[in-house]
């Protein structure tokens, strides 16, 4: 299963996404085209977009690939159907075009699925019904699925779990489902067969800047210097552009950049709890939506389990491991049980998980719930690219709309993106099935192949990101942690300290996922 790495225009080579082979790629005396900081889903995508027109490329992540926010979704490929009734149509429409792209691009990690509405009276059918009408007529030739009114019995049939108390019938859409943190390793794996360069714990320290030419006012950004966390080691690249996708950690690049550029994102805090499918049988999702904060709620059947969420919470504090506070969860409990016959309680969790929204600042508005969820691009005067906002279905209109501008600020030719019809790498991981015994699933191949051809580094990597598992049940995560460090160790040449430490580390970080 080794990834092969396509040179531009040339057969498939003998290369493979592999940490210390990215690294020796390095060359201190060279100049890239693109220096991409960020490797959640816009500077994966960014880094996809980049090299498949042709441009050296290299990505330079602090931690793991999608570490934050791009591992801690709902889990959804959709056009936002709270934007539709928002009236933000510019926005519904591109991303339901971009679902469409992302569904036929990335088979191996989406699919599509039904998701039911109930309705509690006729005027509320007719008004959910024509808005998801609405819906598909804007999806045009890329839609997935008729939206159709349904009665309480084929509600009873498709979701038996859901209260018929009261209930008028309902509607059922269709939307995407994908796994999110699979889908960032397929879009490095994608990357990477076009030449780019990325390379995991590897932090910025500072952004290198001279005058290109006499003219210039103040000096531009033309590179970084880099502390490589793994082998304790500083290097500078040499760029002609650079762009910041950092997500909701945008404001540090770009204050590196200028000590006194202003905060543009606004942290916004999103909860899933995750349940056993006993709750919520059936292939077919649930959408409750109006929540008492107006927002909409989901119940989503993912690798055999369900997803309940999503919350929307300003935050002041941004961190790397953000915690489900207890208002949110009680929050997704109220809503959840509302609609259901049996009535979940947080002890029934078997993991949940927060990730923080980079929602762009907007004057006036101090609600996150009604931030707008569009992208933004900034182009500071010593031309650092800033983009953030968005979401991970429109990742790849973001991510090439980043190119576009770095293009235009390096003035290289022009070369037209090619990803609206490029298929992202597909491993035989994205079909893992999480019923099966856990020595299976990380048997030592497997882990010498999430280390080898995946650029897993710690025992969190392999079974937070590699695999779900930690996302899907911690308990069962944490069992499993010994063996995976013990087997890691064997392939990264580490001795019992390493083994302890990892195992302590990963216990640590569970708890925050551990129901209490």
């Known amino acids: 299963m080794l990834l092969k790495v396509l040179s531009f225009g040339e057969d498939l080579g003998e290369a493979f996404m592999n940490r210390n082979s990215m690294l020796s790629q390095l060359d201190e005396n060279k100049t890239w085209d693109v220096l991409i900081i960020g490797g959640g889903a816009t500077g994966l995508g960014t880094a996809v977009d980049a090299a498949s027109r042709g441009l050296s490329t290299i990505l330079v992540e602090a931690d793991d690939f999608a570490k934050g926010t791009s591992s801690r979704s709902t889990k959804l490929v959709h056009g936002g159907v709270r934007y539709l009734e928002q009236g933000n149509l510019k926005l519904v429409r591109e991303a339901l075009k971009e679902r469409g792209y992302l569904l036929k691009n990335a088979p191996s990690v989406t699919k599509k699925s039904g998701f039911i509405i109930p309705a509690f009276s006729l005027t509320q059918k007719i008004y959910y019904g024509t808005g998801l009408k609405l819906y598909d007529f804007l999806s045009q030739k890329l839609s997935v699925g008729k939206t159709k009114f349904i009665s309480n019995k084929t509600i009873e049939k498709f979701s038996p779990a859901i209260n018929q108390k009261k209930l008028s019938g309902g509607i059922i859409y269709y939307d995407g489902q994908f796994d999110d943190a699979r889908l960032a390793i397929g879009l490095a794996a994608t990357a990477a067969q076009h030449n780019a360069v990325l390379i995991n714990y590897c932090e910025v320290q500072s952004l290198l800047k001279k005058k290109l030419k006499s003219t210039d006012k103040q000096p531009k950004v033309c590179g970084a210097i880099v502390y490589d966390s793994i082998n304790n080691k500083t290097f500078e690249i040499k760029s002609k552009t650079v762009i910041n996708a950092t997500g909701v950690f945008v404001d540090d690049i770009m204050q590196m950049d200028n000590t006194n550029a202003e905060d543009i994102v606004t942290p916004s805090q999103g909860i899933h709890l995750v349940v056993d499918k006993k709750f919520f049988p059936g292939e077919h999702a649930l959408m409750i939506p109006k929540t008492d904060d107006k927002r909409v709620l989901f119940a989503v059947p993912w690798h055999n389990k369900i997803i309940l969420g999503t919350t929307d919470t300003e935050m002041e504090d941004i961190s790397d491991e953000p915690i489900p506070l207890q208002q949110e969860i009680d929050f997704i409990l109220k809503h959840a049980n509302r609609y259901l016959k049996t009535n979940i309680t947080l002890n029934d969790a078997t993991s949940m998980f927060a990730g923080l929204r980079p929602l762009v600042k907007t004057k006036g508005i101090t609600n996150t719930s009604i931030l707008s969820r569009d992208h933004v691009i900034i182009v500071s005067l010593s031309n650092l690219i800033t983009i953030t906002g968005g979401k991970w279905t429109t990742y790849r209109k973001m991510a090439e709309d980043a190119v576009n501008n770095a293009i235009f600020v390096a003035k290289m030719n022009y070369i037209n993106p090619v990803t609206k019809n490029l298929r992202i790498h597909s491993s035989e991981f994205d079909y893992i099935n999480y019923d099966d015994p856990i ?76 129901p209490q």
Request: aromatic share 8%; charged share 25%.
């Open 439 to 514: 020595e299976k699933i990380y048997s030592a191949q497997n882990i010498q192949n999430f280390i080898q051809e995946e650029m897993a580094m710690s025992v969190e990597d392999i079974l937070a990101r590699r695999t779900r598992l930690l996302f899907l049940d911690v308990k069962l995560a944490m069992q499993a942690a010994p063996n995976v460090a013990k087997a890691m160790a064997v392939v990264l040449h580490k001795d019992d300290d390493w083994i302890r430490s990892e195992i302590d580390n990963f216990t640590q970080l569970a708890k925050n996922y551990l």
